[in-house]
């Protein structure tokens, strides 16, 4: 098994996770969205958005080695997020290598991000929606989609 390293991005990081985010929407799409949609990504607007995210966001990254594999950006707030009430942390991006997937690094950005929320409290991860629908959350189950 390759060692998988979550840390924090570091700012001069931000163009190869944009390159992440580009690759894996033309990828995971292919089919889905118009071709031309995703040939219109505008990779130095992407880069001033996610340097906005860099300091408004929790941002962390997967690397192997000196290659960065993935990244997860996420938030929370003391009471709400977007006016929900009860609504208190979020995930808002988790992207992998197209070529990297199926490794666990996906399972290891999420597991980072849970244990940040659990730190601040916030141990209801959208549990009464997953309850609600018969959801099980198991980070030890590995299962091939």
């Known amino acids: 098994m390759q060692n998988i390293v979550i840390r ?3 700012r001069q990081e931000i163009p190869a996770v944009v390159d992440i985010q580009i690759n894996g929407w033309k990828t995971a799409y292919k089919g889905i969205i118009a071709d031309d949609f995703s040939a219109s ?3 130095e607007e992407r880069i ?3 340097e906005k995210d860099f300091s408004e966001k929790d941002f962390i990254v997967a690397t192997i080695g000196d ?3 993935g990244f997860s950006r996420y938030t929370d707030h003391p009471d709400q997020i977007r006016g929900f009430s009860g609504i208190d942390c979020e995930l808002c991006a988790l992207y992998v290598k197209p070529e990297q997937k199926y490794h666990g690094i996906g399972i290891k950005l999420v597991q980072s ?6 730190k601040k409290k916030k141990t209801d991860i959208g549990g009464r929606l997953y ?3 018969g959801f099980v959350f198991d980070l030890n189950k590995k299962e091939n989609v």
Do not use: G
């Open 131 to 133: 309850d609600e629908v």
């Open 67 to 69: 290659e960065l594999v």
């Open 8 to 10: 924090p991005i570091e």
């Open 48 to 50: 001033a958005k996610r």
């Open 113 to 118: 991000m849970i244990n940040q929320f659990q």
């Open 41 to 43: 990504m505008n990779r």
